[in-house]
């Protein structure tokens, strides 16, 4: 089950937004969207279930950088880049969240997914429409055999989402995150492309 058609992925691998759902547009990481992204990552409302914030604003700069370098250069080259990190938005441009597909360093066709939401985007099916288009850039343009994603145990909107798009349990750490409240445990999840194949 294709998220988007064929020309709809060129328009994305080019950097362009293409529409995503009920006035929703989806588009590559940009310069531009930094600003927004910390600001989400800084709302303990979110953080709570990322094990790397809150943190200093130099930090998300030191890592997203980076990425947003490499998405450039992988526009004007043509491909899509090795991580892919995209930015969704209301039509009018109020930011909605991001949604990642990466590849896992040293081990060819593994990738993962994630995605973040800002509180107001939350429990509206916007990270589930996420994830499966993750899922389906990751086994239909990137060659992925293995698909992976992690989350807190207390984060039941986040393994429910990965649930509905097809990712079945494959393991729990006990007690891996420490909490204000004591310790949750880490929940692997995974989808191979025979199961992707197969639905």
Same mark, same amino acid.
């Given at each position: 089950?294709?998220?988007?058609?064929?020309? @709809? *992925?060129?328009?994305?691998?080019?950097?362009?937004? %293409?529409? =995503?759902?009920?006035?929703?547009?989806?588009?590559?990481? &940009?310069?531009?969207?930094?600003?927004?992204?910390?600001?989400?990552?800084?709302?303990?409302?979110?953080?709570?279930?990322?094990?790397?914030?809150?943190?200093?604003?130099?930090?998300?700069?030191?890592?997203?950088?980076?990425?947003?370098?490499?998405?450039?250069?992988?526009?004007?080259?043509?491909?899509?880049?090795?991580?892919?990190?995209?930015?969704?938005?209301?039509?009018?441009? @109020? *930011?909605?969240?991001?949604?990642?597909?990466?590849? %896992?360093? =040293?081990?060819?066709?593994?990738?993962?997914?994630?995605? &973040?939401?800002?509180?107001?985007?939350?429990?509206?099916?916007?990270?589930?429409?996420?994830?499966?288009?993750?899922?389906?850039?990751?086994?239909?343009?990137?060659?992925?055999?293995?698909?992976?994603?992690?989350?807190?145990?207390?984060?039941?909107?986040?393994?429910?989402?990965?649930?509905?798009?097809?990712?079945?349990?494959?393991?729990?750490?006990?007690?891996?995150?420490?909490?204000?409240?004591?310790?949750?445990?880490?929940?692997?999840?995974?989808?191979?492309?025979?199961?992707?194949?197969?639905?």
């Amino acid at each position: 089950m294709n998220t988007l058609n064929t020309s @709809k *992925y060129t328009e994305l691998k080019q950097g362009n937004a %293409v529409a =995503f759902g009920d006035d929703l547009t989806i588009a590559l990481i &940009q310069p531009s969207d930094l600003i927004d992204i910390i600001a989400m990552l800084n709302d303990e409302r979110v953080n709570q279930y990322l094990f790397f914030a809150p943190a200093d604003n130099s930090f998300y700069e030191g890592y997203f950088n980076p990425l947003i370098e490499s998405t450039q250069h992988a526009i004007e080259s043509g491909n899509w880049a090795e991580s892919l990190v995209f930015v969704i938005r209301y039509s009018a441009g @109020k *930011y909605m969240g991001m949604t990642a597909v990466t590849s %896992v360093m =040293f081990l060819t066709g593994n990738y993962e997914v994630g995605y &973040q939401l800002p509180y107001h985007a939350w429990r509206q099916g916007i990270a589930t429409r996420a994830c499966q288009l993750m899922v389906d850039i990751g086994f239909d343009q990137l060659g992925a055999h293995k698909i992976s994603a992690d989350c807190y145990a207390s984060n039941v909107g986040s393994y429910k989402t990965l649930e509905k798009c097809g990712f079945v349990a494959e393991g729990c750490q006990k007690d891996y995150y420490k909490t204000e409240h004591g310790f949750d445990d880490k929940l692997y999840y995974g989808l191979t492309q025979a199961a992707f194949n197969a639905r």
